[in-house]
């Protein structure tokens, strides 16, 4: 696993090598001191030789002045071999993201993947950026201190062979019983940060229905439920310092005691013990260095493990198998659904779509209309392969949908969806994703066909205003308009409108329909609505119950014989005059 997501870190290579180049020096230095400064006990103190004081103590100073050097490098080198991963590993899931269908974007929570957008990625860099340094060091320390501390005394260094294990023992009970610790804080900040989108998204309903109470404690509950996961993962951890320092001052003193009695019997010089102590010191402090990095690399495993799911997520829809053509585009908009059966999960118990066949022929207008949940979205959004059909086939213009590639099959279908989206931008920004390179002209032309004209020069500064996120500073009405004229500057060869006119009035959702059909003659355009106004022109008319086909027909053909569309048309006519 952490194979896997380090192998992102290729780019910055030369500087997790430079960084580890710097500590091993860094490292050499800093052993040398301890050597200087027994020679300095054992000759300058010992003979009274200030001149030899002064130079060893001058080539202390030299060595200590480098290795700060070198250890500055090494932190610079490491936090941009850091960042580095971090941001390769942002890019990467992003990259997977974008190529996600409904059905994978499905599968995970919308503040999940933010989640490991974030503060997954954040462990892993930190990981690497503070711990790189003391993944070096600390056995460069340890193994040099150690050959060194046997060279000076191999009889007292034999306090090792007790203390390494028992050290080694303590760090894995830690290790073993914080690891699942992480992935559950981790789990846990998906749920705050669910809640918190959540609440931030519907944040006029939650005042409108005055449920900010209720919101505050839904939020208290994650939040305390993250509080005490990362409390129990950290009060965990926290027992590696003290379970390490337990047993380093441990060895400390059972080195003192027997180098003590050496030194009274003439078997060890003071200064010698001086040095061995040092050298001591820098294989304990290693140790408790490789405990903690032990203890980073426990939670960026957690964190590693979700990036990698979502790295590793098989796109549903795909154009590796059916693509026969790469340079397929579709040229008429001409549509057939051949007994199409649809469901959300393989293993679902029942289809969404069963067994629906129609056609649609090139430049007409077709309406859908159907009962709540009858999957009216789910039929539309098939055909520009948002997802894929479980059973038979879906057409466009005699090719199936699979064989086209996806980029030229998306281009030449214009959505404009059940649920608005505009951008953070101007709202000529938002038009021109239609067409990046649209011209003036052109924008104004889409305008008028979805009566955007009738508001844009009420807006502060007409198509330079800027929208809020979601464009939370237009109305429902004009969000629709603005969907609809960035749809038809797209100049698609087929149009869906699901349900995209629910927000205007009668009058004006009649404007743009004739709009419609005078802007874009040849275009096939697809209308889900809810009211038969807005479909009663339409070339045909597709009743779906229950996600299978009831009816299809013209507007005349179905009020003789269709009991639903008769029913709703009279309801409709009867509210109407009413």
């Known amino acids: 696993m952490l194979i896997r997501v380090f192998s992102y870190m290729k780019p910055y290579r030369k ?23 027994a020679n300095i006990v054992d000759v300058g103190v010992k003979n009274g030789d200030t001149g030899y004081i002064f130079t060893q103590g001058a080539l202390m100073c030299l060595c200590a002045v480098i290795a700060l050097f ?19 590993l942002r890019r990467e899931e992003y990259k997977k993201i974008q190529a996600f269908s409904f059905a994978n974007t499905d599968r995970f929570q919308t503040s999940s993947l933010v989640t490991r957008l974030t503060s997954d990625v954040t462990a892993v860099q930190n990981a690497v ?57 981790q789990a846990a900040i998906d749920m705050v940060n669910r809640i918190i989108q959540e609440n931030l998204t519907a944040i006029r309903v939650v005042k409108a229905y005055v449920r900010g109470d209720y919101e505050n404690e839904k939020f208290k509950e994650v939040n305390t439920n993250l509080q005490s996961t990362a409390e129990k993962a950290f009060r965990l951890a926290a027992l590696n310092m003290p379970a390490m320092q337990l047993v380093m001052y441990a060895t400390i003193v059972a080195i003192l005691w027997f180098g003590g009695k050496l030194t009274m019997v003439g078997g060890m010089e003071v200064g010698a013990l001086t040095g061995f102590l040092s050298y001591v010191l820098q294989v304990l402090n290693s140790l408790m260095m490789i405990s903690a990095v032990f203890l980073m690399l426990t939670r960026s495993l957690a964190s590693c493990k979700r990036i990698v799911e979502v790295l590793d997520e098989k796109i549903d829809v795909t154009e590796e198998e059916g693509v026969t053509d790469p340079g397929a585009e579709v040229a008429a908009g001409d549509i057939v659904f051949d007994h199409v059966s649809f469901k959300y999960k393989a293993d679902g118990k029942e289809d969404v779509l069963s067994d629906v066949s129609f056609h649609i022929r090139a430049g007409q207008t077709v309406g859908i209309l159907g009962q709540t949940g009858a999957a009216k979205s789910t039929l539309v959004q098939l055909i520009p392969r948002l997802y894929d059909v479980t059973g038979g086939a879906v057409y466009v213009d005699g090719r199936n949908v699979k064989e086209y590639p996806l980029r030229h099959l998306r281009d030449a279908i214009a959505m404009v969806l059940q649920k608005n989206t505009l951008f953070s931008g101007t709202v000529k920004e938002n038009l ?29 500064n007409g198509y330079d205003t800027e929208l809020g996120q ?43 329909r004739q709009g419609l059909a005078r802007g874009l003659p040849g275009t096939t355009k697809i209308i889900i609505a809810q009211r038969v106004t807005s479909v009663q022109d339409a070339d045909q008319i597709i009743i779906l119950e229950d996600g299978k086909i009831d009816a299809v027909g013209t507007h005349d053909e179905l009020l003789k014989t269709n009991d639903f569309y008769r029913g709703l048309y009279e309801s409709q006519q009867k509210g109407a005059l009413e």
Not at 17 to 37: D, H, K, S, Y
């Open 15 to 37: 500087y997790a090598f430079l960084a580890g180049l710097c500590v091993a020096v860094e490292c050499m230095f800093e052993l040398i001191i301890p050597v200087l400064m």
């Open 70 to 88: 070198l250890g500055a490098g090494s932190a610079k080198f490491a936090a941009v071999c850091g960042q580095g991963l971090g941001a390769e």
């Open 129 to 185: 950026a503070t711990g790189l340094r003391p993944a070096v060091r600390s056995p460069v320390m340890m193994i040099t201190a150690l050959v060194i501390s046997f060279t000076i005394n191999a009889k007292l260094a034999i306090v090792f062979v007790v203390a390494a294990p028992l050290l080694g023992f303590l760090l894995w009970q830690i290790v073993s019983r914080v690891r699942p610790m992480y992935g559950k804080m």
């Open 432 to 460: 021109r994703w239609g067409k990046e390179d649209a011209t003036d002209e052109e924008i104004e032309a889409a305008c008028a066909i979805a009566c955007v004209d009738e508001f844009i020069d009420r807006l502060q």
């Open 470 to 512: 979601g464009g939370v500073n237009v109305s429902g009405g004009q969000k629709q308009r603005l969907c609809i004229a960035r749809a038809v500057l797209k100049a698609p060869k087929v149009l869906i409108l699901d349900d995209s006119t629910s927000a205007v009035d009668t009058a004006t959702e009649g404007k743009i």
